[in-house]
T-cell receptor, first 112, second 112 residues
Framework: SQTIHQWPATLVQPVGSPLSLECTVEGTSNPNLYWYRQAAGRGLQLLFYSVGIGQISSEVPQNLSASRPQDRQFILSSKKLLLSDSGFYLC???????????FGPGTRLLVL | ELKVEQNPLFLSMQEGKNYTIYCNYSTTSDRLYWYRQDPGKSLESLFVLLSNGAVKQEGRLMASLDTKARLSTLHITAAVHDLSATYFCAVDMGSGNTPLVFGKGTRLSVIA
C-alpha cells in the first residue's frame, strides 16, 4: 500500500530564516505531487505541483520554491521566511491529475 | 477558470437533524471528490463521484453528483457529534495535468 510522509511535524522559525520541508511517498511510482498551505481556519491554497522529476508548476508567486530531486520526494523551501508564511503545509500525491489526492499528515509552521 | 463554491461555509446543527452541503462548480466536469478534515489534522478522502447521477453512501453521509447542474451534494442524516469536521469538495477540470480545484470547505459543528 501507499504511504506519504512529511517532516517535520511542527516547526517554529524566526523571520528571515531558511526553510526546508520534506515529503516522501512510498509504494507507488511517478506520482503527481502537490504542496498546499492552509492558514488557520481557512481553505487550501495550492502552492506547487509536479508531474515528474524536475517538473514543477508554481501556482502562487511568493518567496517559496519547490524541488523534486527524486521520483517520490518533494521539497518545499524558502531562503527567508516571512510572518505570512505561517500555516499548515500539506503534501499530497495522486496517480494522475484527475485522480483522488492523498494527503500527508502535514507540517505546522509558525514564523515568529 | 474553474470555480468551485461550497455553501454554507459554516454550519451548526443539532444532533439527530438532517442537512445538506452544496458544491457548485463553474465548468463541465464529471469527476468530483469529497474530503473530510478533522480539526488540526490532514485531509482524508471520503467519496469519489465519477459520473452523472453517481451516488455514494457511507454511514450517515451520502454524496451525489449532477453533472448537468454542475452540482454535488453531501447529505448528512441524523447528525452525530463525530461528524463535526470541515468538508471539502474538489473538482477535476478535465484538461490534462491541471490539478483538482478545491472549494473553500464547509465547517460543520454538530451540537447536542
Amino acid at each position: 500500500s501507499q504511504t506519504i510522509h512529511q517532516w517535520p511535524a511542527t516547526l517554529v522559525q524566526p523571520v528571515g530564516s531558511p526553510l526546508s520541508l520534506e515529503c516522501t511517498v512510498e509504494g507507488t511510482s511517478n506520482p503527481n505531487l502537490y504542496w498546499y498551505r492552509q492558514a488557520a481556519g481557512r481553505g487550501l491554497q495550492l502552492l506547487f505541483y509536479s508531474v515528474g522529476i524536475g517538473q514543477i508548476s508554481s501556482e502562487v508567486p511568493q518567496n517559496l520554491s519547490a524541488s523534486r530531486p527524486q521520483d517520490r520526494q518533494f521539497i518545499l523551501s524558502s531562503k527567508k521566511l516571512l510572518l505570512s508564511d505561517s500555516g499548515f503545509y500539506l503534501c499530497a500525491w495522486s496517480v494522475s491529475s484527475m485522480e483522488t489526492q492523498y494527503f500527508g499528515p502535514g507540517t505546522r509552521l509558525l514564523v515568529l | 477558470e474553474l470555480k468551485v463554491e461550497q455553501n454554507p461555509l459554516f454550519l451548526s446543527m443539532q444532533e439527530g437533524k438532517n442537512y445538506t452541503i452544496y458544491c457548485n462548480y463553474s465548468t463541465t466536469s464529471d469527476r468530483l471528490y469529497w474530503y473530510r478534515q478533522d480539526p488540526g489534522k490532514s485531509l482524508e478522502s471520503l467519496f469519489v463521484l465519477l459520473s452523472n447521477g453517481a451516488v455514494k453512501q457511507e454511514g450517515r453521509l451520502m454524496a451525489s453528483l449532477d453533472t448537468k447542474a454542475r452540482l454535488s451534494t453531501l447529505h448528512i442524516t441524523a447528525a452525530v457529534h463525530d461528524l463535526s469536521a470541515t468538508y471539502f469538495c474538489a473538482v477535476d477540470m478535465g484538461s490534462g495535468n491541471t490539478p483538482l480545484v478545491f472549494g473553500k470547505g464547509t465547517r460543520l459543528s454538530v451540537i447536542a
